[in-house]
């Protein structure tokens, strides 16, 4: 499984952007895939997860009502559409997922074995 994050770039508070992450790979359309980031000198942080059919698992508080998260199936493709962004959503952003789980999400980090590269994303106030 092979995932690639994508869309990251340098918005100014209240703005808009859209992250990719792109997957391929044996058995990748069964496995639900989450989002999550980590801003320099803190702990990488949940911020939601998909299932295969789109059934949103959760959105860490942080996010909620701001972050959408969708999946293209047919693109490969989830995406998180990050609106009203604040300067403290100033991070690296990383898709993941866990091979052996299915359609499982969960909101901690190290419980995720296979991660795309990160994505930057920059939001100046």
């Known amino acids: 499984v092979q995932l690639q994050a994508s869309g990251g770039g340098l918005v100014q508070a209240g703005g808009s952007l859209r992250l990719s992450c792109e997957f391929s790979g044996s058995s990748s359309d069964s496995l639900a895939i989450g989002w999550f980031r980590q801003a320099p000198g803190k702990e990488r942080e949940g911020l939601s997860c998909v299932s295969t059919t789109n059934d949103k698992s959760y959105y860490a508080d942080s996010v909620k009502g701001r972050f959408t998260i969708h999946r293209d199936n047919a693109k490969k493709t989830v995406f998180l559409q990050m609106n009203r962004l604040k300067p403290e959503d100033t991070a690296v952003y990383h898709c993941?997922?866990?091979?052996?789980?299915?359609?499982?999400?969960?909101?901690?980090?190290?419980?995720?074995?296979?991660w795309g590269q990160g994505t930057q994303v920059t939001v100046s106030s």
């Open positions: 993941a997922t866990n091979r052996f789980w299915g359609t499982r999400c969960s909101p901690r980090y190290y419980e995720y074995d296979t």
